[in-house]
Structure formats: C-alpha cells, structure tokens
C-alpha cells in the first residue's frame, strides 16, 4: 500500500499552476494580439536575481493593470519585477512633489499631476510632458446606462447622436439639476423618484471623479454651479474608490438603484471580452455606453524617478506589455493593437474628446475645496 508524497504534490501544483500561466500567455500570442517582447533585459530570467526590481506609486484606476497575473508574467519576460503602493488622487500628488524620490517611477493618470511628478511643484503652469516621462496607455470616461432609458434621455436633449455613437451632453445634465429633474419625469415607464445624475465613485479616492467634477463644473459656469456640483457629487454617498468599484456594483444592482454610473471605456470593453469568451453571456446587452460631452480622458503616464523607473517607463512601450493593456480595455501606445482586438467581438470604439485641454494640479485643488474635500494646503492625515 502506497502513501501520498506531500513533496511530489507540490510540485504537481506548481507545475500545474507554471502552464495555466504559459497557456494564458499563449493564447493572447496565439491570437495575435501581442507579440512575444524583444526588449533589452536578460532574455530568460530564470530566477529573481536576474530581474531588475521597480517599485511604484499609482493610481487606483491603474491597479487592475498591474494585478493581472498574466501582466506578472510579461514584465518577468522583459527582465523586470514590479511592486506598488496605491494612492489615492490627493497622496499620490504629495509623494509625487517630494525632492527626494521613495519610489522608482509615479504613475498619475490626470495630466496635472503628471506634471507635478516631472517639475515636483504643485503650483506648475507646465503643460508639456517631460521627455523622460512615457504614456503607457489612455482610457476616455463614459456614462453606462440602461439601454431602455436611451430613447427616453434622447427625446428630452440629454442623450445626443454622434456620428453613430450616443453621447452625454453635461451641459443638459447641469440644466437638470437645476430644474431638479427626476427620472419618472424624463420616463414616465421608469418612475423612479431619483435625481437624474451620474453616480460617482469617491471624490476623495478616484482620480475619474475629480475628471468628472472639473468637466461640471465647466459646463455649470458660476451661477450655481457650486450647488449643481453638490447635487450632483458630493450628495450621492457612494464609497467605491474607483470606477471599477462602482462599475462592479453597477452590474450587481438592479436599473431602479442605480440608473445610470461613471466608468472607463477599458472597464466596460474589459467586461466585453470577458463575456466574448463565455458562451451565452449576455450580462452587457441591457447597457449602452455613452460618450461625454465635453469629454475627458484618463493618461496613465509613467514619470521615472530613478534610473529603475527609467527601465520601467521604456519596458512599458513594449508590445507584449501593450498586448496585456488592451486585453484590460485600454487604449493602447500604438492604437492599432487596441484596434485589433475590439475589432474581434466587434465593438465600435467611443469618439475620443476633441477639445479637451489639460487640466492643471491646482484646477483639481480648487474643485477639491469649493466641495469641502481639502482646505487651504492641508495635507491628508495618513500623509502628515
């Protein structure tokens, strides 16, 4: 009678869970969507000596990048080791303007605090990227919303066509908000009592909504624009960090909690290839994404602090690392592999803004004070 090896066991496992992570990698090279990396760092790191190690301050719209297991993997093919800390819009602008760098590379995903990175000054007027610096990859910011509202929200100007794609006009959104519209007065069928509005993950954690507060408050002028903004932000309670929290929460919860929600292009075409590859998912056909107009984009951007985040800002352009960020919905640096992709579950790709102008660090402060988020040059407590 033989007895169970826990030593062969384990080594079973192990190798079992080495080819679940070849074959991911396999299919997204065997679909054509990434190319196996040809850069410049060890060609086959065989143990963590041969990795160079880089450690990171980002956003938490970028954090799913940087968990995929299968995005690991491709920074190990391209010689680097990654580790990160996640921080919150306000946190990663004050580590960002320190003289003496804790982290090898910052990586924003609002322009103006990008450019805080690069200059280490809050107050920076500067609106050009640091040659240094690398955009890794961009998303637009969207509106989902329940399809069946669509005609309802067309017929009363808050839902526009655009060259084929439907649109969110803000502007008509603030009038709302003024008149105190709500949706059973837009969609009789509907009657829900609820404010029109757009939820809205923490202004206090999510560089996306600090986006969508600047594009209000743009298009809210200063004739109440404040209370438009209270209205519309800062009463909803919603507690998700990110877009990618309350998109998650968007789809467990039915049309009369939540209407319609704030997220990223990347999440909804991230949820679409999961579905592709999922016989019988149907879970997106009730929703329709919309553009914004005006519209806003979120740029990871990754500013090098160290010659290690010099590494790791040119690792980023590689193809096979491009290959992974379009699997997680993400415009990519080129676009034709992001092209390639949404191509394939046929997905007609949202207009990107036209007129969108960068927004500066001390843009972002001044809404973060007139919502009572941040007084005067306060520092957050976990930052003192």
Known sequence: MSSAQPGGRKKSVIAALAFLVVAIVSVVVGRGWISMPSFSFPSSPSSHRDLLHVKGAIS???EEFFKAAEQQQVFAEVGISVTYDVF????LVEIASRPDPDYDFVMPVVDGAARVAETK???TTITGADPRSVVAFSTPLIALVYTD??????SQGLVVDNGGNKSLDLARLNEMSKEGT???DISPSFGSPRVV???VPSLRESNAALQYAALIRSVG???GGDDVMQRLLVGQGHGEASTQGIFDTYLRLGKGEMPMVLATEAEYVAELLKQSDSEGSTKLKDYTPLALVPGAMLTSTVVPQTEEGDAFAAAVSDRSIQGVAAMQGYRTEPTSIFDKLVADVEYSPLPLPTQQSPTSWQDIEAIQQELGLITGNELPERMM
């Open 88 to 91: 919150s819009p306000q946190d």
């Open 121 to 123: 000054d809050k107050s």
């Open 182 to 184: 709500r949706w059973r």
């Open 149 to 154: 509202l669509v005609g309802d929200m067309e």
């Open 60 to 62: 938490p719209e970028d």
């Open 221 to 223: 002028g200063r004739a």
């Open 197 to 199: 509005d757009v939820a």
